[in-house]
C-alpha cells in the first residue's frame, strides 16, 4: 500500500479542489456526470469551512496573545494575517457550497 506524502494530505486538508470534476468540457452527458459528481462531493464543503474557521479562530487568538501578552506587535500581524485570509476562504468555500446546492446543471 503507498503511502502519501504529508504535503499531499495536508493540501487535501485545507483545499478541496481535488475532489471536484471539471464539468465545462466533454459532451452533454460528460458535463452532466461531473455535475452530479459535483454535487454529491458538495456534502465535503462545509467541512472544509468549519477547518479555516477553526484555523482562522486559532490564529486569530495566537496574533490576540503576541499582541497584548507578549508586546510584540510584529510576531501578532504573523499570526493575524492569515487569521483574516481565512475569511474570504470561507466565503468563497460558502458561494460554492451553496451554487452547487441550488444552481441547476449545466445544458
Not at 10 to 39: C, I, P, S, V
Not at 43 to 53: A, N, V
Not at 70 to 98: D, E, Q, R, T
Request: with cysteine; proline share 6%; aromatic share 20%.
Amino acid at each position: 500500500m503507498e503511502q502519501t506524502a504529508f504535503r499531499v494530505l495536508l493540501y487535501r486538508y485545507f483545499f478541496f479542489g481535488w475532489l471536484f470534476k471539471d464539468a465545462t468540457r466533454g459532451n452533454m452527458f460528460e458535463r452532466m456526470a461531473a455535475w452530479r459528481h459535483n454535487q454529491s462531493q458538495a456534502r465535503w464543503l462545509p467541512t472544509y469551512m468549519r477547518r479555516w474557521l477553526w484555523c482562522g479562530a486559532v490564529l486569530y487568538a495566537a496574533g490576540h496573545f503576541a499582541e497584548l501578552a507578549l508586546n510584540s506587535p510584529g510576531l501578532s500581524a504573523f499570526f493575524y494575517i492569515p487569521s483574516a485570509l481565512s475569511v474570504p476562504v470561507n466565503a468563497v468555500i460558502g458561494a460554492a457550497w451553496l451554487g452547487l446546492k441550488m444552481l441547476p446543471g449545466p445544458f
